[in-house]
T-cell receptor, first 115, second 117 residues
Framework: NAGVTQTPKFRVLKTGQSMTLLCAQD?????MYWYRQDPGMGLRLIHY???????AKGEVPDGYNVSRLKKQNFLLGLESAAPSQTSVYFC??????????????FGPGTRLTVT | DQQVKQNSPSLSVQEGRISILNCDYT??????FLWYKKYPAEGPTFLIS?????DKNEDGRFTVFLNKSAKHLSLHIVPSQPGDSAVYFC????????????????FGQGTILTVHP
């Protein structure tokens, strides 16, 4: 099992460019999440999905869009990148187990720089 | 408004001694708490969790204590090892009155733990 994988690992964008970050999980998890991590801020939830074809906003959704066309994939899009979106992006997935563990499994991250 | 706070950005401990990492929260609706460990250039990995109906959970060298009245939890690592050097994040789930949180987590800022040989 690969767990949660993210593509690409690194990317440099110019202001105004667009890109899509891909997240894939092979654990058959229902829930998937996108976070960004900035220095001194911890991880903040951008968007999440509770199943194929569903998405919802998290804490910091502005400037991002997401899609979950297949259960195993969760895409994060930046339509017009801004320097404020320079960050490390993490994807995670989870199931809600019998004991409501809420344990999330994270990918290795994508480091994005917007110049 | 930071609902989960880790007020110590860093902690330095000697190998073999106890490491105590602290976390405070403000939302009384949180009902599940987790600790994650993160090495550089990797994603966070789950370490240990505790439900709000308990006040202690232990897993090997790691113990999490929850004080609901003080809205405070702590992670104890005994004995500390150099391999424990990492960033530790506290996270909380729940917080939605009358509804499901869909597993969403609210994270603290993280504490960098350094264990010296």
């Amino acid at each position: 099992n690969a767990g949660v994988t993210q593509t690409p690992k690194f990317r440099v964008l110019k202001t105004g460019q667009s890109m899509t970050l891909l997240c894939a999980q092979d654990m058959n998890h229902e829930y998937m999440y996108w976070y960004r991590q900035d220095p001194g801020m911890g991880l903040r939830l951008i968007h999440y999905s509770v199943g194929e074809g569903t998405t919802a906003k998290g804490e910091v959704p502005d400037g991002y869009n997401v899609s979950r066309l297949k259960k195993q994939n969760f895409l994060l899009g930046l339509e017009s990148a801004a320097p404020s979106q320079t960050s490390v992006y993490f994807c995670a997935s989870s199931y809600v187990g019998r004991e409501r563990s809420y344990e999330q499994y994270f990918g290795p991250g994508t480091r994005l720089t917007v110049t | 408004d930071q609902q989960v706070k880790q007020n110590s950005p860093s902690l330095s401990v000697q190998e073999g001694r106890i490491s105590i990492l602290n976390c405070d929260y403000t939302n009384s609706m949180f009902d599940y708490f987790l600790w994650y460990k993160k090495y550089p250039a990797e994603g966070p990995t789950f370490l240990i969790s505790i439900s709000s109906i308990k006040d202690k959970n232990e897993d090997g060298r790691f113990t999490v204590f929850l004080n609901k009245s003080a809205k405070h939890l702590s992670l104890h690592i005994v004995p500390s090892q150099p391999g424990d050097s990492a960033v530790y994040f506290c996270a909380a789930s729940g917080g939605n009155a009358g509804g499901t949180s869909y597993g969403k987590l609210t994270f603290g800022q993280g504490t960098i733990l350094t264990v010296h040989p």
